[in-house]
């Protein structure tokens, strides 16, 4: 499941990097829940909660069907 969701995150990496952030998976849980670390601009962004719910777990959840929730640490 690690594979999908690098594979998935590479595809939500270019609009983050354009906006000076980036993402880094940290940790896919066998329960579904996938950690990961917001980085650059996106890191201290007030809008990063947004870009965490609606964004890459959105995607998330479309690519790889065993993501139950995206979570940030």
Same mark, same amino acid.
């Given at each position: !499941?690690? @594979?999908? +969701?690098?594979?998935? &995150?590479?595809?939500? $990496?270019?609009a983050l990097q354009r906006?000076?952030?980036? +993402?880094? &998976?940290? @940790? =896919?849980g066998d329960d579904g829940?996938?950690? +990961? $670390?917001?980085? /650059?601009?996106?890191? /201290?962004?007030? !809008? %990063?909660?947004?870009? &965490?719910?609606?964004?890459?777990?959105? *995607?998330? !959840?479309? @690519? =790889? %069907? %065993?993501?139950? @929730?995206? =979570?940030? *640490?």
């Amino acid at each position: !499941m690690r @594979e999908q +969701v690098e594979k998935a &995150l590479d595809k939500i $990496r270019p609009a983050l990097q354009r906006d000076g952030g980036d +993402v880094e &998976l940290v @940790e =896919v849980g066998d329960d579904g829940i996938v950690k +990961v $670390r917001l980085t /650059g601009a996106c890191g /201290g962004c007030p !809008m %990063s909660t947004i870009t &965490l719910k609606q964004g890459i777990e959105k *995607v998330l !959840m479309q @690519e =790889v %069907s %065993s993501v139950k @929730e995206v =979570v940030a *640490v």
